[in-house]
């Protein structure tokens, strides 16, 4: 990944994580580049990306600015870090539905070889303005990893920070998979969207270090609230 990128992702994943009442204006490019390790002109190549994206406002001698109606909905991309997979997750407001120990389903088997159960825990996210549903996830986790997850620590962050940072789970990768599907009985009920309309379908696979799945995550997005975004970047 470029550098540049990764510095947007890390920042992009705090400006969503904020405080309600933390203040909107972020410090300089020079202090930001201080504090990421980076160059003017890299700091510089990432906020114009969160400009871009309508998370923060520029103003000549009078410095850059969080956007407070900024819409937090964005793309869903398959390039990142931990960091970029949380910003991905993070700004909405969050409601546990609910967990338990389940057999482990079928179309996992192959990702829990050693498990005869996994925990499954589901949320709903809403917009943190509107209170608009846009999207919900089912997780299934390892049961010994499970058992030191917090449930208000969910209400609070995603699922990857959870694991990363408050349980500690050493992740190696991430892959993703994001495909195009209709929303079912459920999906349309929890999303207020009429049945088998579109929906993007991701599935987040997490590895530890030992190359083992601690988590498979299956987060179903509104197809007008969301775009599927791939970048590309030459060598």
Known sequence: MPL??????????????????????????EQLATHYGVSVLTMRQALKELETEGLI???????????????????????????????????????????????????LAEFFPDCGEVVSFRRLRRDGESGEPTNWAEN?????????????????????????????????????????????????????????????HYTGVTYDEKGRVVDVARIRYRGDRFSFSLTVEAR
């Open 4 to 29: 540049w990128y990764q510095v947007s992702q890390s920042l992009r994943a705090s400006i969503l994580g904020r405080p309600q009442d933390a203040s909107l204006r972020l410090p300089t490019e």
């Open 57 to 107: 406002s520029r103003h000549r001698r009078r410095g850059t600015f969080i956007e407070p109606r900024a819409r937090r909905a964005t793309p869903v991309r398959l390039l990142g870090s931990v960091d970029a997979i949380v910003a991905q997750q993070s700004g909405d407001a969050t409601t546990v539905l609910g967990h338990g120990t389940v057999p482990v389903p079928g179309d």
């Open 140 to 200: 299934a986790v390892r049961p010994e990893v499970a058992a030191r997850i917090d449930l208000t620590d969910l209400e609070r962050w995603p699922m990857t920070k959870v694991l990363h940072d408050i349980v500690g789970v050493k992740i190696s990768r991430i892959t993703d998979t994001v495909e195009a599907r209709l929303a079912d009985p459920i999906t349309a009920d929890l999303l207020q969207v009429p049945l088998l309309s579109p929906i993007l």
